[in-house]
């Protein structure tokens, strides 16, 4: 226990009001109040009341020693060093038995032969038994008695010590050259101090440099502003100085430069799911094998993770790059609740309190997994140009969320995920086989042969180690405000939500795919159906009542019909019936029979138009653009030379397509299509289990499959060759020239004339 603090209010004291010093000029304790007078004689007659209740009063430290301790905050027995506190504690054990004859100072626990004759508090008095132990420690070894810190006691030392102990506790017991106070922040001459803040401000806008060189430019600009006789510190003093001040300058200079950026509306309070959800994408670092060749490649990470629970609610897994039609995707899977996959059990299965298993998988119509589902409504990303398009816009308006960029040179605006990047690559991409390292420098000898997952092996398993290790996993300095020393997971925060706001289950219909798609509005041809960058669609079963007609659509696209584009896939875009409201595919006009075109996107389609432009080529229908295309996506050599005549480039292309035309298959709703030929499956050789098979042979089969069916189609399509005309005589062999023609006078019967 510490005393409570007494003002000093005797004549000649000093006082401190609101920041302003004072000086008690005389006292009146029959009236009380006292008398105040400031240096330049102006005098003010308080009472004792006022300043015993005034929040801003305090004793001058010009004039109180117990002043003098103010700005320091109080020592407490933490601040010793090791070693130091059993120390201190031996010496209270020694004050402790002078004033109790208990070692302990608790009669009810006596240590061995306590309490001893010397120090018994029935037979001896409080004097004698601190001059017995002054004998007691006098007679220890000298070097003992220094090591222990107890030399040279004496009579008044124990007083000392017995005042400082009722009134600090343990920590008065220490020596006070054990918490000796410290200088606090070095302070240099007014020039000196002018110099380096301009020097500050001078490195903080140019490049890196070292402290040798802010040295350097702070004696210039001393040495010219207040001339060569004025006086600077050394380079080790400046250098202690300037971390003092500014910290070690280990941070990037872009970053230093952001910590400097003013705030311009303070920090935000995240307190609920989905308030603000982090979304970033990076390279994995784990080499994958493509499933169109079986090349090892690298593909890229998006993530979306909750800033509140810490929830990693989305992923995706893209090859070469993401697009805003990715992003559009990652958004619908924070919406929709994750799926139950076949080899999961029950232990993935949704476990939140307060809205059981069964009422979830009946809305969502499928069991669900344990991983929180929600509508974002503030996401976070970069400045990259997939994140800031008008289709995203659109993105956001359909979802009801907000797309807020980070702010400039502000990497901190979402560090949670980027910290969650480096804690999955620790926690699971290391232990992969393929995994590349952090950098060049510490990548292996050959992860590309190393890697033996396919892309959906590596999702399947990130899917999972989601839902049974990272939403289990207990979150360290990431613990909510709430409760800092408490044990959480991101399950437990999100169930803990529950009770504190609520849980709004909106589960989005599965038509909510083609919302998310790029809108084009355009007029249907009575002949040709619909036109979406440069290709033909149409479906004469969809169109039928619709071709040659305008919409009732009003406003700025009046009369025109609206189309989604998936630009992953452009072998068919979506038309909404404007009756049922159902959408239906329609197939490009060019497209021969399913499951003989290969996929591809709006890459190749404009290389497509690109090359029939340079050509000079001018089609008339797509049909006659079939075989520019089957010329892009693929070669006429042998298939079984294709793989080597490919660059790698180019075979990173082919399994892009196929990886988003697989992407766009699996996030439409499903509908009965039309069964298809199953491609014949690959052996895999005796002790090659874990290799990848290759799908290019079948890629190419269909390239081949397709040409042939274009072909056949346009051999169908010609006209017949006409009928040769008959031999000579064949009229006269074919029937007598002797049968005498029939009369082609009829008899007139029962005619008028004839009635009489």
């Keep these: 226990m510490t005393a409570a603090a007494v003002l000093d209010l005797s004549p000649g004291a000093g006082l401190v009001l609101d920041g302003t010093e004072w000086t008690v000029e005389r006292r009146e304790p029959h009236l009380g109040r006292v008398q105040l007078v400031k240096d330049d004689g102006t005098r003010e007659r308080v009472t004792f009341r006022f300043l015993a209740n005034h929040p801003q009063c305090r004793s001058s430290s010009r004039t109180s020693a117990a002043g003098a301790d103010r700005g320091r905050q109080r020592k407490a027995s933490e601040d010793l ?35 001893k004759p010397e120090y018994d508090p029935a037979t001896t008095t409080l004097t004698e038994r601190r001059h017995a132990k002054v004998a007691e420690l006098a007679a220890l070894d000298p070097q003992h008695a220094r090591l222990l810190g107890l030399g040279s006691v004496g009579y008044r030392t124990l007083i000392r010590w017995e005042n400082a102990r009722r009134r600090f506790g343990l920590v008065g017991c220490a020596d ?21 803040l301009a020097v500050r ?17 702070i004696r210039q600009y001393v040495r010219e502003e207040f001339g060569p006789e004025t006086k600077v510190p050394s380079y080790d003093t400046l250098r202690r100085l300037w971390q003092e001040w500014f910290g070690p300058g280990g941070a990037r200079q872009r970053y230093a430069r952001s910590a400097d950026l003013p705030e311009s509306e303070g920090h935000v309070l995240v307190h609920r799911p989905g308030q603000v959800v982090a979304l970033d994408t990076t390279v994995l670092p784990v080499m994958v094998r493509e499933h169109v060749f079986g090349d090892p490649v690298k593909m890229h990470l998006t993530l979306a993770l909750d800033v509140c629970t810490h929830s990693l609610v989305a992923f995706r897994l893209t090859l070469v790059s993401d697009t805003s039609v990715d992003v559009a995707m990652v958004l619908r899977d924070v919406t929709m609740p994750l799926p139950m996959r076949a080899d999961w059990g029950e232990d993935l299965e949704w476990p939140y309190p307060g809205l059981p298993a069964a009422v979830v998988a009946e809305f969502a119509g499928h069991a669900v997994a344990g991983l929180p589902f929600f509508t974002p409504e503030t996401v976070t990303t970069d400045h990259g140009s997939v994140y800031r398009n008008h289709h995203l816009v659109e993105v956001e308006r359909v979802l009801g969320c907000q797309v ?32 590349t390292g952090v950098d060049v420098a510490d990548r292996g000898a050959d992860p590309a042969a190393d890697a033996v997952l396919t892309a959906d092996q590596l999702e399947h398993l990130i899917a999972t180690w989601i839902v049974g290790v990272w939403q289990k996993r207990k979150l360290g300095e990431y613990a909510p405000a709430w409760d800092p020393d408490g044990s959480h997971s991101p399950n437990s925060l999100f169930a803990a939500s529950f009770a504190q706001t609520g849980f709004a289950m909106d589960i989005p219909s599965p038509e909510l795919f083609y919302e998310l798609l790029p809108a084009h509005y355009v007029r249907i041809d009575k002949r040709r159906g619909v036109k979406i960058r440069g290709l033909w669609y149409d479906d004469t079963d969809v169109l039928r009542d619709y071709r040659g007609e305008l919409s009732t659509r009003g406003g700025k696209h009046k009369g025109k019909w609206l189309i989604r584009r998936d630009p992953r896939d452009r072998r068919q875009v979506f038309f909404q019936d404007p009756l049922s409201h159902a959408w239906h595919p329609l197939p490009w006009t060019g ?10 996107g709006d890459a190749r389609a404009s290389a497509l138009l690109a090359k029939a432009a340079t050509a000079g080529l001018k089609p008339k229908s797509d049909t006659e653009l079939l075989p520019v295309l089957l010329e892009l996506i693929g070669s006429h050599i ?25 992407a766009a298959q699996a996030d439409r709703p499903p509908s009965p299509p039309a069964p298809a030929p199953q ?8 002790g090659k289990e874990t290799a990848t098979v290759l799908s290019w042979p079948g890629r190419a089969r269909q390239t081949q499959d397709a040409l042939a069916g274009e072909r056949r189609r346009r051999r169908e399509t010609v006209r017949p060759a006409p009928v040769p005309p008959p031999e000579l005589g064949h009229s006269f062999r074919a029937r007598s020239v002797f049968v005498l023609p029939e009369d082609d006078l009829e008899e007139d019967r029962g005619g008028p004339d004839d009635a009489g």
């Design 404 to 435: 807020l960029p980070a702010r400039v040179l502000r990497p901190t605006d979402k560090a949670a995920v980027e910290r969650a990047f480096g804690v999955i690559r620790q926690l699971l991409f290391e232990h992969l086989i393929g995994y």
């Design 591 to 600: 497209m021969p029979r399913a499951g003989q075109m290969p996929a591809f």
């Design 679 to 686: 491609p014949a499956a690959v052996p895999v050789p005796a």
């Design 638 to 662: 042998p298939v079984s030379k294709w793989p080597t005549q490919l660059k790698k480039s180019q075979r990173t292309e082919h399994a892009r397509e196929a990886h988003q035309a697989r």
């Design 81 to 115: 060093k090791a070693g130091r506190l059993e120390l201190t504690e031996l010496r209270m054990a020694h004050l402790l038995e002078v004033a109790t004859g208990f070692r302990s100072g608790d009669p009810f626990h006596p240590g061995p032969g306590e309490p």
């Design 176 to 196: 006070d050259r054990w918490l000796r106070r410290s200088g606090g922040t070095r302070t240099v001459s007014e020039p000196v101090r002018e110099a380096v």
């Design 201 to 217: 401000e001078e490195t903080q806008r140019m490049a890196k440099v070292s402290m040798r060189t802010k040295d350097r430019m």
